[in-house]
């Protein structure tokens, strides 16, 4: 069993950056594809970005492309969000995933492909 831990949201002006960190424990980081997603007050949780298990592969919303970067560090088990460029829209709790895979290069964006989720980190963006 994964567990994940999120940490780095807060509370950042419009155009500001932020980034987001994702512990995991329990489990070898290889063959873990991992993703981030977001809920918004009043809205569905939705994709925002994801990275394969070999880090070689990454996916993005239209509404983050070009603005946030999905890495990982194999050997600190860790997961990051580096969010540019922050919008008022880009306010939400912003919850890690991980899901097991056998493909080395496949990305995630379905909600339902993961299989361990964090507990959430609020970032708010001011105008």
């Known amino acids: 069993q994964v567990q994940l831990v999120e940490s780095g949201g807060g509370l950042v002006q419009v155009g500001g950056s932020l980034r987001l960190s994702c512990a995991a424990s329990?489990?070898?980081?290889?063959?873990?594809?991992m993703g981030w997603f977001r809920q918004g007050s009043g809205k569905e949780r939705e994709f925002a970005a994801a990275?394969?298990?070999?880090?070689?592969?990454?996916e993005y919303a239209a509404s983050v492309k070009g603005r946030f970067t999905i890495s990982g560090d194999i050997a600190k088990n860790t997961v990051y969000l580096q969010m540019n460029s922050l919008k008022p829209e880009d306010t939400a709790v912003y919850y890690c995933?991980?899901?097991?895979?056998?493909?080395?290069?496949?990305?995630?964006?379905?909600?339902?492909?993961?299989?361990?989720w964090g507990q959430g980190t609020q970032v708010t963006v001011s105008s």
């Open positions: 990275i394969s298990s070999s880090g070689g592969r990454t």
């Open positions: 329990g489990r070898t980081f290889r063959n873990l594809a």
């Open positions: 995933a991980a899901g097991s895979t056998y493909y080395s290069d496949y990305v995630q964006t379905d909600p339902d492909e993961y299989d361990a």
